[in-house]
């Protein structure tokens, strides 16, 4: 069985660009493996909790600091929920418009919940951090409307696909398929872009 987790950045629904893409991707996907299981994750749906004090506490904790106990324990039971899910996948298919340079908050916040000490990442004092994950994919769908790779400085600067990638690699993903959707001002027809990165999508490699 191909577990997917198809993992939707942009709250534009059924208009968005890198929603589209991404279902493009995951019906190939199912064309090629009979057995796949989608799970898909809005995060403008899904209710994602705050990052907050007890939180952060009870991340701490695994660096020696304060006792896991109490509403320390209440938050990473949640944190270890959620995240026990996105571990389950073995493919991630992840939409992701560019907001201001970066990523929607919405995603910032999953990949905070996500990324803790023992369940994603760990940590030698000789080697440093590492990722716990291990033989994933993940195809990435980068969308923005004004950035376009080799545009002009003025239109913008890649925090999306920079931060993304380094974050993928720093959890242990480091199968990586990059999808891009990013007309800017100055291109002549956005919509034979669309319709280049859909084909892209269906012509991925499909292992």
Request: aromatic share 12%; charged share 20%; net charge neutral.
């Amino acid at each position: 069985m191909t577990r997917v987790l198809h993992i939707q950045a942009s709250p534009r629904g059924a208009d968005s660009k890198s929603n589209e893409i991404a279902r493009a991707r995951i019906d190939t996907l199912r064309q090629h493996h009979s057995d796949i299981v989608v799970d898909t994750i809005d995060l403008w749906r899904e209710p994602l909790p705050e990052f907050e004090g007890n939180s952060a506490a009870a991340k701490m904790t695994f660096f020696g600091v304060g006792e896991l106990d109490g509403a320390k324990r209440t938050a990473w039971d949640r944190i270890v929920e959620i995240t026990e899910r996105f571990k389950a996948a073995d493919h991630y298919v992840v939409g992701v418009p560019m907001w201001n340079g970066g990523i929607p908050y919405r995603l910032k916040l999953y990949i905070d919940i996500l990324t803790q000490p023992g369940l994603l990442f760990g940590f030698d004092p000789a080697k440093g951090y590492f990722g716990l994950l291990s033989h994933k994919k993940a195809t990435v769908i980068y969308s923005s409307g004004v950035f376009a790779p080799g545009a002009p400085a003025q239109y913008g600067l890649d925090f999306q696909s920079n931060y993304l990638d380094w974050w993928l690699r720093f959890i242990g993903v480091d199968d990586i398929q990059t999808i891009r959707y990013q007309p800017s001002l100055l291109t002549q027809d956005p919509a034979k872009g669309l319709h280049e990165a859909i084909a892209a999508a269906r012509n991925l490699k499909a292992a």
